[in-house]
């Protein structure tokens, strides 16, 4: 599936879904299938601090591709780090630098990555995209 | 006489409205007040009918302001009992009250070595100021702790205290464990060693009032926006001799007397503090504000909210797993909490969609949360338009989010 496959089956997923209560549950649930991020990782060089949460991010390439994880101590958090990963991950770095995170929008969420909200999901789409610009580089250079 | 709460109600438009669907229950009175309709009726006619620039003008609007913006400082003088109306010094906030005096105080006072005293649960506004000037001044910031409880150790900060201590600022709430302060005592252990004290009002002036003659404190800040009135107007209260031997901490219009490129000197009090033009709707605004308060009583205020505090603790309390952070004797309405392992940031979320607002976080106090080793709390505070109902709420709120998340 392409990027805006995917966004667009998230859409779809999200429509089911009811009111408020119902969709905070199902990214509770979301969550919860999340690769969890081995302790490791969770140190201050891979942190991106929030005044609300913080969010752990490490990146890697794996034959051309990249390969996120991340991690947040606040569950909402990382219910949309699930799906920002859903949509992200696997892709070409030059995909991730042009992704226009459209899906955000349209499931509801917006205000969660607002500057004011201060949670670290925008710092970490923003880092995303930076890892990919630099994978770009040192790929092209290679 | 006891406060009608739902006659109050009516005095503030925005309670009114639903949020998600959800009746608003707004908690959130420790960032920022609502405003009564005499507040936003009196910014609204000076907008329409009167604005003009004050102290400049010869004509009628603005020597119309001009009264009024003179009427605000005396309104604000007779509520704190200054004994001088010069002594009330208009500015943006509390934030630029603390920083006026930890600039101007420090260049005129503070040599290097010597010491400036705050506590370990002031808001960063009033940490960073003082530890900009210690930079400056090659001074330095001592800390008063705290127990458990969230009271001040009153011990330690006898120790603290010397002939080195210049100025000792801490406040006379804490915006996020509740704890009143006992600023009294604070105050003349102070000055038993000549040092001057600045009290930080911006979480105490709305809950229960303040007399500083009585109290003899050297400087009280608040702000407008968190006691009724606008937004961008604050007062710095200072005694008349520090103010008129202090130095002027920013340069423009209005607080000169006469301008040369050889000398300039400066206005006389309080516009020598006053530079540019000042917020003078907004002043006007506070004068409203205090205004309003005064004609529901703040003792009447304050009793009411020390019920709430009480209904909403014991309700709280009775919530499996939930802990609250600040529980001292004495405390203003607001109520710093968590709940098992859960995210202050999550449980806040939820309890938004459910109409109630709440803030989470560090309250902009991260010493507070390092002392007891947490990320941030979820914040209730309280004001005299909430309603017991309204605390029942909060609870079923935290009560659902809790459900979710566990």
């Known amino acids: 599936m392409t990027l805006d496959e995917i966004q667009e089956e998230i859409i779809a997923e999200f429509e089911d879904v009811g009111d408020w209560m119902e969709k905070y549950n199902y990214l509770i649930e979301l969550s919860k299938d999340l690769e969890p991020l081995d302790a490791k990782y969770k140190v201050p060089e891979n942190v991106i601090h929030g005044c609300q949460s913080r969010v752990w991010l490490v990146a890697d390439v794996v034959d051309g591709k990249l390969s996120f994880t991340a991690d947040s101590d606040a569950i909402i958090t990382k219910g949309i780090i699930a799906l920002l990963i859903r949509v992200l991950n696997k892709r070409s770095p030059e995909e991730v630098m042009n992704a226009d995170l459209y899906f955000i929008d349209q499931i509801g969420l917006r205000q969660n990555l607002s500057p004011t909200r201060s949670n670290g999901l925008l710092s970490m789409v923003k880092q995303m995209k930076m890892y990919a610009l630099a994978y770009h580089t040192k790929l092209s250079q290679a | ?406």
């Open chain 2, 1 to 406: 006489m006891s406060l009608d709460v739902n006659k109050i109600r009516q005095d503030f438009p925005i309670l009114t409205q639903t949020v998600y669907g959800k009746p608003l229950a707004y908690f959130d009175n420790g960032a920022t007040t609502q405003k009564p309709q005499v507040v936003i009726d009196c910014t609204n006619q000076i907008h329409t009918e009167l604005n003009s620039n004050i102290h400049r003008g010869v004509h009628y609007l603005s020597e119309q302001m001009t009264e009024l913006y003179e009427g605000a400082r005396r309104k604000v003088q007779e509520f704190i009992n200054a004994e001088h109306s010069q002594e009330i010094i208009f500015t943006s906030g509390t934030t630029g009250s603390i920083n006026a005096v930890a600039f101007s105080f420090g260049e005129l006072y503070v040599r290097p070595g010597d010491e400036i005293i705050v506590s370990g649960m002031e808001h960063h506004s009033n940490i960073i100021p003082w530890q900009m000037m210690c930079d400056r001044k090659g001074a330095k910031l001592r800390v008063i702790p705290f127990t458990d409880e969230g009271e001040l150790m009153l011990d330690e900060y006898k120790k603290l205290l010397s002939n080195k201590t210049r100025l000792v600022a801490v406040n006379q709430a804490s915006n996020s464990l509740g704890t009143v302060n006992p600023i009294k005592e604070i105050i003349d252990l102070a000055h038993g060693v000549g040092a001057k004290v600045l009290i930080d009002g911006a979480q105490g002036v709305q809950h229960g009032g303040i007399d500083v003659q009585s109290l003899d404190c050297d400087f009280y800040a608040f702000s407008g926006h968190k006691i009724y009135g606008p937004t961008g107007i604050g007062v710095l209260y200072g005694k008349e001799k520090l103010l008129f031997d202090m130095p002027p901490y920013q340069g423009g219009g209005d607080m000169v007397e006469c301008v040369s490129f050889e000398k300039t000197t400066y206005n006389s009090l309080p516009f020598k503090f006053e530079a540019g033009t000042s917020n003078f709707i907004g002043a006007i605004g506070l004068g409203a504000a205090i205004d309003y308060v005064k004609s529901v009583g703040i003792e009447d205020i304050a009793e009411y909210e020390q019920k709430l505090l009480n209904y909403a603790t014991d309700k709280l309390l009775q919530i499996d797993g939930l802990r609250i952070y600040g529980t001292a004797k004495h405390k203003i309405s607001v109520i710093s909490f968590l709940v098992g392992d859960i995210h202050p940031y999550d449980m806040g979320m939820i309890m938004d969609k459910l109409g109630v607002a709440v803030r989470t976080g560090t309250h902009c106090t991260q010493p507070i949360m390092d002392r007891y080793e947490i990320e941030g709390t979820i914040r209730a505070s309280m004001a005299f338009y909430n309603t017991f109902e309204e605390v029942d709420r909060l609870c079923e709120a935290v009560l659902k989010a809790k459900q979710m998340l566990e």
